[in-house]
């Protein structure tokens, strides 16, 4: 199992800036994309942010033009970085793999501890 150990995540006031950093234990190529998602209380855990292995990157309209992805599949490290952050980002953003599932077809049961963002008016 691959372990994804998450980071940066931090208290910012409104417009303020933060880079999360992603460290996978496993190679990253091996999926078809990673993604940065995002649980805020009381919600469902949501995709922001996609980055294939092609390079394929695909935002959430919430995020658009404010976030940006990156991976570097040497180090086995995904990116996120927020800009122009808003209340409405404060969540747990987690990291993993896109799609979400496992070998067996499966939603992964795997998640990562997350780090917390939250974001003050």
């Known amino acids: 199992q691959v372990q994804l150990v998450e980071s940066g995540g931090g208290l910012v006031q409104s417009g303020g800036s933060l880079r999360l950093s992603c460290a996978s234990s496993?190679?990253?190529?091996?999926?078809?994309?990673m993604g940065w998602y995002r649980q805020a209380p009381g919600k469902e855990r949501e995709l922001v942010a996609a980055?294939?292995?092609?390079?394929?990157?695909q935002y959430a309209d919430s995020v658009k033009g404010r976030f940006t992805i990156s991976k570097d599949n040497a180090k086995n490290m995904v990116s996120l970085q927020m800009s122009s952050l808003k209340p409405d980002d404060t969540a747990v953003y987690y990291c993993?793999?896109?799609?979400?599932?496992?070998?067996?077809?499966?939603?992964?049961?795997?998640w990562g501890q997350g780090t917390q963002v939250t974001v003050s008016s």
């Open positions: 993993n793999k896109v799609p979400p599932v496992d070998s067996d077809g499966r939603e992964t049961a795997y």
């Open positions: 980055i294939t292995s092609d390079v394929f990157i």
């Open positions: 496993g190679s990253i190529s091996n999926f078809y994309g």
